[in-house]
T-cell receptor, first 113, second 114 residues
C-alpha cells in the first residue's frame, strides 16, 4: 500500500519569499511522484513529476522538486513566491502508469503582499 | 490543447435519487479514473477503468456506484441512490498509460445531496 503525508495543511509566505512544501511518501515499490496544483474552483493541474532519471525535476511556473529516496521525500520549492501561486498543492504517488494515484492531504498556500 | 471535460459543473439532488456524472476523456487515452474530494478532505480514488472494464476500485466504490463507457468517448459515474455523505467534488481523470505519463484531470462536478 502507498501513502503520502504533506506536512502543514496551510502555509503562508510573503511575496518574493521561498516557498517550501513538504511531502513524504511510503511505497513498497519505486514510486512515481507528482505535484498537482488546484486553483480556486478549478481542477487539478500537473506541476511536475518524477518517474525515473534525474532526481531534481523542474516544473511549470518556476517550481521544482527533488526526489530523495533515502528520506522518502519529494519536497516542492519555488525560490520566489508570486501572488498567483496562491492555491492548494497536492503531492501524489503511484507505482506506475495506468495505476491509481494516492494523494496527500494538500497544502493551501497563502501569499502575502 | 486537449483537455478532460466534465458535466455538469454542479449537481444538486435529493437523497435517494440517482445521479449520473459525465466525463469526456482525452481522445487517445486508454485509462480512466474517478476520484472524489469531500470538502476539506483529501482527494480519494474511487475506480479505474481500462479496456472496457474496471481494473481497480476502492472500498468507497460499493454497489451503489457504477461506471460505463457507453459510446467510446464518454465515461460516466452513476450513483444509484445518493446519500448525504456522497456530497463531494468528483473528478474524472485520464491517461495514455505510457510509462512516465501523468493523469490529466477534469474540472470536477460538485455534487450536493440534500
Amino acid at each position: 500500500a502507498q501513502s503520502v503525508t504533506q506536512l502543514g495543511s496551510h502555509v503562508s509566505v510573503s511575496e518574493g519569499a521561498l516557498v517550501l512544501l513538504r511531502c513524504n511518501y511510503s511505497s513498497s515499490v519505486p514510486p512515481y511522484l507528482f505535484w498537482y496544483v488546484q486553483y480556486p474552483n478549478q481542477g487539478l493541474q500537473l506541476l511536475l513529476k518524477y518517474t525515473t532519471g534525474a532526481t531534481l525535476v523542474k516544473g511549470i511556473n518556476g517550481f521544482e522538486a527533488e526526489f530523495k529516496k533515502s528520506e522518502t521525500s519529494f519536497h516542492l520549492t519555488k525560490p520566489s513566491a508570486h501572488m498567483s501561486d496562491a492555491a492548494e498543492y497536492f503531492c501524489a504517488v503511484n507505482k506506475a502508469a495506468g495505476n491509481k494515484l494516492t494523494f496527500g492531504g494538500g497544502t493551501r498556500v497563502l501569499v502575502k503582499p | 490543447e486537449p483537455e478532460v471535460t466534465q458535466t455538469p459543473s454542479h449537481q444538486v439532488t435529493q437523497m435517494g435519487q440517482e445521479v449520473i456524472l459525465r466525463c469526456v476523456p482525452i481522445s487517445n487515452h486508454l485509462y480512466f479514473y474517478w476520484y472524489r474530494q469531500i470538502l476539506g478532505q483529501k482527494v480519494e480514488f474511487l475506480v479505474s477503468f481500462y479496456n472496457n472494464e474496471i481494473s481497480e476500485k476502492s472500498e468507497i466504490f460499493d454497489d451503489q456506484f457504477s461506471v460505463e463507457r457507453p459510446d467510446g468517448s464518454n465515461f460516466t459515474l452513476k450513483i444509484r441512490s445518493t446519500k448525504l455523505e456522497d456530497s463531494a467534488m468528483y473528478f474524472c481523470a485520464s491517461e495514455t498509460g505510457f510509462p512516465g505519463d501523468e493523469q490529466f484531470f477534469g474540472p470536477g462536478t460538485r455534487l450536493t445531496v440534500l
